[in-house]
């Protein structure tokens, strides 16, 4: 009876995990909105691993500086993948080219598609708007994710109707290189969405790490906090930014210091995602406004970027 029993359970057990298993949506086709850095990264990475691609941004210039990056940045990783082989290379870059078309009407595209991810500026009203008219024209079953670094993914999903049916997708730079996705399940988001979400994220070759909607997520939460502490310490005179760089680098093992990351990072990137923190927790001490990051944003000096940050860059 009890081996009976445990046949029973068994086999009760792998209809259940197949069942579960056939609800998940299979992502074949993916629609990404932005496309800059980011957007660029994901479409070609999506597309490199079988994916079918409609980049779209607002205009055909952006579309064609896009899809250039793309091909250039194809065939560094063809260079590398197929190092004695180079029909093979010249192969592989032309089938990836070939998965990804573009266009500049995004409600025209999404109706076929399985997952619409938006990396578009870092502006709440700007992301609510294009989710909020996408959601009229894409199919009942189509995901819904978004690549912001800072911004609450329940606001953004709010401004759909398929709140059970969204999340966060968030990648990091540059996306053909690193291997991390974040995938942010929002209290709405079904577990059919984010188990979808992560398969999507294996079958992209990357390895994803699952969050809760908090603000920045894992590594940003982390990672902010300690770099504004950094920048403290040297408001406070307790250390030169130079000697906190070299200590975190010799002490801790990173590869950049604090200050070197921020310059690269981008510090009205930085300030941007600081402002957004304190405005949701003003009282949160990790959250306060930075006197020296301000200064510098205020005088246009962003980091390598602009060829001033807290370093000088010829």
Not at 75 to 94: Q, S
Request: charged share 25%; aromatic share 8%; glycine share 6%.
């Amino acid at each position: 009876m009890a081996f009976v029993t445990r046949q029973f359970v068994r086999s009760m057990s792998s209809s259940s995990s197949a069942a579960a298993s056939a609800k998940k949506i299979l992502v074949k086709h993916v629609t990404v909105i932005g496309g800059g850095l980011m957007g660029a990264g994901i479409a070609q990475v999506a597309a490199a691993t079988g994916h079918t691609v409609v980049l779209v941004d607002q205009t055909e210039d952006i579309l064609e500086k896009s899809r250039k990056g793309i091909e250039e940045s194809l065939r560094k990783v063809a260079k590398k993948k197929f190092a004695k082989n180079p029909k093979g290379a010249d192969e592989f870059v032309a089938k990836t080219l070939s998965s990804i078309s573009t266009s500049t009407d995004a409600a025209s595209v999404v109706h076929s598609t399985d997952l619409v991810v938006e990396a578009i500026v870092e502006n709440l009203q700007m992301k609510n708007e294009l989710f909020k008219r996408l959601d009229k024209f894409a199919a009942e079953h189509t995901i819904f994710a978004s690549n912001t670094s800072s911004l609450q993914i329940t606001s953004l999903a709010n401004s759909t109707t398929r709140q059970d049916r969204f999340a966060g997708l968030h990648f990091f730079n540059p996306v053909p290189l690193m291997k991390l996705v974040e995938v942010i399940k929002t209290p709405m988001t079904s577990q059919k969405t984010f188990e979808s979400l992560l398969d999507f994220s294996r079958a992209l070759g990357k390895h994803p790490v699952a969050c809760k909607d908090t603000p920045g997520f894992i590594v940003n939460r982390l990672l902010v906090p300690y770099l504004m502490e950094a920048v403290r310490l040297c408001e406070r005179g307790e250390a030169s930014k130079e000697d906190i760089d070299m200590a975190m680098k010799l002490g801790a093992g990173y590869p950049m210091g604090p200050f070197e990351l921020l310059d690269y990072v981008g510090l009205d990137t930085t300030k941007f995602i600081l402002d957004g923190w304190h405005e949701m927790d003003s009282k949160n001490p990790l959250f306060q406004p930075c006197p020296s990051l301000n200064k510098l944003v205020a005088e246009k000096k962003f980091g390598k970027k602009s060829g001033e940050g807290f370093y000088k860059y010829k």
